[in-house]
């Protein structure tokens, strides 16, 4: 698989763009990410006001902050927010306290094994304040009178997400989602944005047999407040994949949905494989990003998910090492081209009946031997009795080329010539009605 050079380079520079935003699960910052998506492709942001209630939570106070500062001893500032955004614990209310070293120390949050590295924290839904420092600063500050200030607000407002969409021939729908809700961090939030927003460009280039949705949405709070929006749409979806990680340099590891019998999962173990021998599967587990929502028993979608490293599976795992440097062109271009794949695969996969099933169809003379876009004609030929012998309406295409161990391409290659040559239909087309209009004509 060669990784273009341009899509990685054009990745990074987007993940880099979005990298230094105050992002959070409301307010200005998410907006703005939004706002930064939507100028690359087409995106409607939803207002969810606070309040809300989404099934059992209930949509927050919408957060927004100025600044934040701890001032030391001898006047002079310790930590700013401006310096780096995690120093502020995410969603820390206002305050303005003047406190002594001990006290303060209940509100300084620091790395539990990396002493320069300042950890990503939140108080979401408890009122609370704090900063986060490195170890190494922690320990140095001498006692005294310190002076903290927040200047943060939250108030009645929205929380927004953004979603893509794209019209295919069917209403059939592929759910795409990543969260919008991390603030600086890079593998952890800005390369999923960057290869999800790459991605809708890409489909939107193409007529689709299924219609697409990209969700850029906040962690959790974000993904229920869609899946309440659009209930009703549900049924419609027929695949899902959850994205993110996507950046770092470890394998590709696609993470299977709640039953693990999708029709993405056997998707993804094939392409995945054939792409990169070192992909990763994993089992489903309630822990993880938005398929904790997307596969609930409640909804029980078919969603699967695709990262590099898994969440809290890497050393960096947020906090502030997890940065630009952390990312790389090449490993997204990958990422992205996998997507890709994992959509073609989806595009493609088919189920078909043989309408010669009573021995084998003569090939030769139909001229459906010899050979086609580079591929020897006895893998051609093989390739084609292999979909003869399996198309009775259940297997599908991945299933064949599962079965076979021939490349996907081959078999879908091989399964559209048959069907030119109306040695087979889809399965589940209404055979009668078609009859019947050529019948009319
Ligand atoms: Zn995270």
């Known amino acids: 698989m060669a990784a273009s050079g341009n899509v990685g380079q054009e990745l990074l520079a987007f993940a880099t763009e979005l990298y230094p935003i105050c992002r959070s699960i409301t307010g ?22 606070s309040g809300t209630r989404v099934f059992d939570w209930r949509v927050p106070l919408e957060w927004n902050i100025d600044g934040a500062s701890i001032r030391g001893p001898d006047g002079r500032t310790v930590i700013d927010f401006r310096d780096h955004n995690l120093h502020v614990v995410n969603y820390s209310e206002p305050v303005d306290a003047q406190l002594d070293l001990d006290e303060l120390r209940k509100h300084l949050h620091a790395h539990a094994k990396n002493p320069e590295w300042i950890p990503y924290r939140t108080s979401y839904y408890t009122r609370n304040w704090g900063f986060c420092l490195p ?6 500050l001498p006692r005294g009178r310190y002076r903290a200030v927040v200047s943060s607000r939250l108030e009645a407002g929205f929380l927004s997400y953004g979603e893509f969409r794209h019209r295919g021939a069917s209403r059939d729908e592929v759910i795409l989602f990543t969260h919008a809700c991390h603030p600086s961090l890079a593998n952890d939030n800005t390369s999923g944005l960057a290869v999800a927003t790459r991605l809708a460009g890409w489909l939107a280039e193409s007529p689709r047999r299924f219609s697409y949705r990209i969700v850029f949405a906040p962690g959790t709070i974000g993904s229920l407040c869609w899946l309440k929006r659009n209930e009703r749409a549900l049924a419609r979806v027929r695949h899902g994949l959850v994205i993110g990680l996507l950046g770092d340099s470890a394998p590709l590891t696609y993470k299977a949905s709640r039953l693990g019998t999708a029709e993405i ?28 929502q997307l596969c609930s028993p409640g909804f029980d979608l078919p969603v699967g998910r695709l990262t590099r490293s898994v969440n809290d599976g890497y050393a960096q795992y947020h906090s502030s090492g997890d940065d630009l440097g952390l990312l790389s062109a090449e490993a ?57 012998s399996q198309s009775d309406g259940n297997q599908s295409l991945i299933d064949i080329a599962s079965k076979s161990k021939l490349g996907f391409a081959a078999v879908r290659s091989a399964a559209e010539d048959l069907a030119k040559a109306k040695l087979l239909r889809v399965a589940g087309e209404p055979r009668g009605r078609r009859a019947a209009r050529r019948k009319g004509k």
């Open 265 to 292: 999962d056997a998707i993804a173990k094939h392409v995945l494989t054939e792409i990169a021998q070192d992909t990763r599967f994993i089992p489903f587990e309630p822990y993880g990003y938005d398929e904790r």
């Open 28 to 49: 200005n910052g998410l907006r703005d990410t939004l706002r930064r998506i939507g100028r690359r492709i087409p995106l409607k942001i939803h207002e969810v006001p």
């Open 332 to 388: 997204l271009a990958r990422s992205f081209e996998a997507c890709r794949r994992l959509i073609d695969a989806i595009e493609g996969n088919r189920r078909y009946v043989n309408l010669s099933p009573k021995g084998e169809p003569r090939l030769g003379k139909r001229g459906l031997y010899g050979a086609v876009g580079g591929q020897s004609p006895a893998s051609r030929e093989l390739a084609m009795l292999w979909v003869l």
């Open 135 to 140: 170890r190494l600063q922690l320990d140095s």
